[in-house]
């Protein structure tokens, strides 16, 4: 269990890791199934498409997270 623990903590660093490179990078992540509605002073974003793509990597994370140990 400890393993684990370790292993996902790792996973985060890293992960956190990217973020911090591609947000300094100036790279502009535009999903075309993010929406984004803008009238006035009222602004609404929906990152349907964010959410789709990380719950398939974290299903492959824990998928080989579970296969490991």
Do not use: A, C, H
């Not at 075309?32 to 299903?59: A, C, M």
């Amino acid at each position: 269990m400890s393993k684990q623990i370790i292993f996902i903590g790792f996973i985060f660093i890293i992960v956190g890791g990217l973020f911090f490179i591609i947000e300094k990078s100036g790279f502009n992540y535009n999903n075309p199934l993010d929406f984004k509605f803008e009238k006035g002073n009222t602004k609404i974003f929906l990152p349907i498409g964010s959410s789709i793509l990380i719950s398939i990597v974290l299903s492959l994370v824990f998928y080989f997270i579970k296969k490991i140990f």
